[in-house]
Each structure stands twice: as structure tokens, then as C-alpha cells.
């Protein structure tokens, strides 16, 4: 115990250091807005001065414990909150977008949230063909005459679990199964192996592999323990990669909301996750007033919509405490997680240490830093899937 209260001190005392080091700059979320901008909103329904109606296209099934559910939950609380009217259609394949969106265009949608990164090209298409409508697409900073580009920066919450993993792990290896088909996968992975180089006594080396289905996601995880990986951060659509990590009883780290689920997985060390719910109501209230305006907005921590959870019963003591350090400092701005000096796995400089990479860069990553070993990508291709029937949901 005296161990591994020394060890968090350690940790705090490197990730101050760091923030020092960095210095007081601050972070930009892509649109000048503050932070204000999408939580102080009033719940209080104004007079409604145009009508909308809300129509959400999702690629997976909204009613798993899946991303997709969770996004779909935070629809329905902006959409209470706000007396939005609002549907939506789900398992919806690259081949059936343009589909959905003519089905909810039909049913009176006059706007439409594309609900996943792998809709952005289509969206841009798609959207010169609906002039009348209003799109949001997920995933991009791309926006256009009538299209609203919505991303986030999950890896500033990935920066924090690289930290607690490596804080958490003994053999120094860490493990990341993440889904080749979200958003920011590789700054996803590099932002672990930047927290993990907090510690003072050294980084620990991150194996990543790609997946998607069940199956997938059991030869992934399977391949990182083979690998020595004692610890998994899981980066994925699905829940399930919580799931196997705890029947295989390795400690891991979710990217999913596990809000009053924690009781269900002894082996999670913490979750990070996005929280819409403030962006949508302020979409909505902007709607009704006939204020809405075409933006391309970035969540992260300084704006409420990026989070991470306390450490739960399976962090080491001291866990909390190198939370408590270094999300203040990220939240802030002090803390900038792709800051120079930065190179890749062959040790090629890519940014010197006066650098910081803007949001494009870093959208845009396709290396990752010294320190990150990729073990493969298992996902299949995918097969044809049955044309869906687009029935609409509330």
C-alpha cells in the first residue's frame, strides 16, 4: 500500500509537471464557442416559431446497450426537455442511407442527424439532393451549404485511461481493441500512449487491434492477452467488448456510458464516454426559435460533452487521485494532449516540441507515435445485408 501511494504521487507529481511544461494554452474546439454555448440551456419550452421535426439515421441497432442505444437515449432526454419532435430509423447500411433520409423527409423531418462517421461522404452527397432539409453529421469537420459537421475529441478521455492504465498495470503492456469504422480511431490509440508516458518510471507499450462483431472482438482481446496485455481499453461500437474483457477477468477500460452500471463489471478500472444531450437541446431550442445556424462544432471536456468516470473498486488506491490531476488541466486547456515533440513508430520526427496539432491534423492522423504496436485488424469483410424496411421509431 505505502507502494502504491508513493507510485500515485509519482503519477500526479509527472502529470503536473506536464501541464507546466505545456503551459496555459488554450484548446480549441473547432467553433469559438464557449463552453456555455451548448449546457446553459433553459429547460423551459419557448413559443415555438418554426416547426421542426428530428429524424436520426443509426447504423447499428439503438436498442442494445450499443453507441448507437446511448446516443439514442440522449435523443430522447434533449428531445423531452425540449418538446422536440423527433424519430428515427436504425440498422441503416451505406446502401440504404439515401433511403432513410427520403422515408423521414416523407414522414415531415426537416432536419436529419447522420448518427455515424461512416455516413460522412454520403451525407455531403445525399444533402445536395435535399435542399430543404438540414443535416448534422457525426464524425466530420466537414460541413456544407446545408450541413452541420459534428465531431469530438474522445481521445482527450483516451489521454485519461492511458494514465490509469498504466498506473493499474504490471506487466507494462496495455492493450487497445478499437473499431476501425469510429471516428478518430488513431488518435483514439495515440492519445493511450501519450497518458501512459505520464508516469515518470516510464511508458508502458500499446498493442492495438482493430475489431467490430462479437467474434471479432473475442479474437482481439484474446491476441492483446497473448500478447502480455494485463490491461484493455475498449473502443467500440459495442458493449460487448466490456463484456468479454470481464468473462476473460482481465481489468479494462470502456468508452461507453456505464452511468449506474458499474456494479455489473469488477474487473473496469473506469469508463470515458460522450454526453450529446446538451448539444442536441441546444439544436433543438435553436430550431424553434428560428435561430439555427449551419456549424461545425467539436465536443471535448471543455464544453461537457466529453467525460470520464471516477475510479471504480477495481482501480489500485491512487487511481482517483491521477484523475483528479490531470482532468482539470484538460479540461482547461493547460493540458494539450498532441503537443510536440511527437514521432512515430520508426522514430521520424512529426511535430517538433514547439508544435500543436490542430484539429484537422488530427483528424486527418494516419501513424501512430513511438510506442504503440499494432497486432492486426480482424474485422471481415462485410457481407450483404437485407434491404431495411425503414420503419420509422419514436
Known amino acids: 500500500m505505502i507502494f502504491k501511494h508513493t507510485k500515485a504521487l509519482r503519477y500526479i507529481a509527472a502529470a503536473m509537471a506536464i501541464a507546466m511544461t505545456i503551459g496555459f494554452t488554450g484548446c480549441s474546439n473547432g467553433t469559438g464557442e464557449s463552453s456555455s454555448d451548448s449546457s446553459t440551456v433553459s429547460d ?17 441497432s439503438a436498442s442494445d446497450g450499443s453507441f448507437a442505444a446511448q446516443m439514442c437515449e440522449q435523443r430522447e432526454r434533449a428531445s423531452n426537455r425540449s418538446s422536440m419532435d423527433t424519430c428515427y430509423i436504425e440498422n441503416v447500411s451505406l446502401s440504404d442511407f439515401e433511403g432513410a433520409v427520403k422515408t423521414l423527409s416523407d414522414a415531415g423531418c426537416t432536419d436529419i442527424v447522420a448518427c455515424s462517421s461512416a455516413y460522412a461522404n454520403l451525407v455531403q452527397s ?5 435542399l430543404d432539409l438540414n443535416f448534422i453529421c457525426f464524425g466530420t469537420l466537414t460541413g456544407g451549404i446545408n450541413v452541420s459537421a459534428y465531431s469530438e475529441s474522445l481521445y482527450q478521455g483516451a ?13 507494462k503492456k496495455i492493450g487497445v481493441v478499437a473499431d476501425t469504422g469510429l471516428p478518430g480511431t488513431i488518435p483514439v490509440v495515440n492519445a493511450v500512449e501519450l497518458g501512459a508516458e505520464l508516469d515518470q518510471d516510464g511508458g508502458a507499450t500499446v498493442y492495438a ?7 471479432e472482438i473475442e479474437q ?5 492477452i497473448d500478447k502480455g496485455c494485463d490491461v484493455i481499453i475498449c473502443y467500440t461500437n459495442s458493449d460487448y ?8 477477468g482481465i481489468k479494462f477500460i470502456s468508452n461507453l456510458d456505464f452511468s ?4 455489473k463489471y469488477s474487473n473496469m478500472l473506469m469508463y470515458f464516454y460522450c454526453k450529446r444531450d446538451s448539444y442536441f437541446l441546444a439544436q433543438f431550442k435553436s430550431m424553434k426559435l428560428g435561430t439555427f445556424e449551419l456549424t461545425s462544432y467539436i465536443g471535448d471536456m471543455s464544453n461537457g460533452i466529453v ?3 471516477p475510479a471504480l473498486s477495481a482501480a489500485n488506491d491512487g487511481t482517483q487521485k491521477l484523475i483528479d490531476a490531470l482532468v482539470p488541466h484538460i479540461t482547461s486547456g493547460a493540458a494539450l494532449v498532441f503537443r510536440g515533440p511527437l514521432k512515430d513508430t520508426d522514430g521520424n520526427v512529426k511535430y517538433l516540441e514547439t508544435d500543436i496539432m490542430t484539429d484537422n491534423q488530427i483528424a486527418a492522423m494516419d501513424w501512430y507515435v513511438r510506442g504503440v504496436e499494432v497486432v492486426g485488424n480482424f474485422r471481415k469483410a462485410q457481407t450483404d445485408v437485407a434491404p431495411n424496411s425503414f420503419e420509422i421509431k419514436y
Not at 44 to 60: L, M, S
Not at 220 to 224: G, I, K, P, Q, S
Not at 241 to 248: D, I, M, N, R, W
Open 209 to 215: 487491434a482493430g475489431a467490430e462483431k462479437n467474434d
Open 220 to 224: 482481439a482481446v484474446d491476441a492483446l
Open 260 to 263: 449506474e452500471q458499474e456494479n
Open 126 to 130: 445525399v444533402a445536395k439532393k435535399y
Open 44 to 60: 423551459t419550452p419557448d413559443e415555438q416559431t418554426e416547426y421542426h421535426k428530428v429524424g436520426y439515421i443509426f447504423r447499428e
Open 241 to 248: 467488448s466490456a463484456e468479454y474483457c470481464q468473462q476473460k
Open 307 to 309: 467525460n470520464v468516470s
Open 159 to 171: 489521454y485519461v485511461a492511458g494514465l490509469v492504465a498504466n498506473f493499474n498495470s504490471d506487466t
